[in-house]
């Protein structure tokens, strides 16, 4: 089962737009649980994973990845960003993706120039930290970085706002 880990950083509407995208992947069974890691203590987060069922968690930024993890029922995560927005079809691509190379971690990378150039960057000089788009399995989180480069998956997604 897939668990997604969203890190709100204190924009409801950011946060509204990543769960919007979501709901497919649950009624399409790949997505089984949501966690929601409050890192700024923003009032509107713990009624709306309540609303939406999914776990709330309010920690600090540096610790959000992982205390996301502790709580998500499933062994395999997708790391999101409050306002990502993964392309329509990015359920197919990690579904596939989880079939034929569950231990390998894959990236959901950014589609605008700038914002993928960088983030090309951070993966070249920040090697294998944690970061939103990546699809992996639970216990790279928790250890708290990845044991391989990931691989980019031919899906991307935005950021809303």
């Not at 540096?62 to 395999?76: F, K, L, N, P, Y």
């Not at 034929?100 to 950014?110: D, G, K, Q, R």
């Not at 000089?125 to 970061?131: C, E, K, P, S, V």
């Amino acid at each position: 089962m897939l668990t997604a880990v969203i890190r709100a950083d204190g924009s409801p509407r950011a946060l509204a737009a990543t769960l919007a995208v979501l709901i497919p992947a649950v009624a399409e069974g790949l997505l089984g649980h949501a966690v929601i890691v409050d890192t700024v203590g923003a009032p509107d987060f713990e009624r709306v994973a309540d609303t939406t069922g999914a776990c709330y968690l309010r920690i600090g930024p540096a610790e959000a990845w992982q205390g996301g993890a502790t709580v998500a029922r499933g062994d395999r995560l997708v790391l999101f960003e409050a306002g990502d927005v993964p392309q329509a079809h990015w359920a197919l691509v990690v579904e596939r993706h989880l079939l034929v190379t569950p231990e390998v971690p894959a990236l959901i990378p950014l589609h605008a120039a700038r914002a993928a150039l960088l983030e090309r960057v951070a993966l070249s000089f920040a090697g294998l930290r944690l970061r939103s788009g990546l699809v992996l399995p639970k216990a790279m989180v928790m250890e708290g970085r990845l044991d391989q480069a990931p691989q980019r998956l031919p899906v991307w997604r935005e950021r809303a706002g």
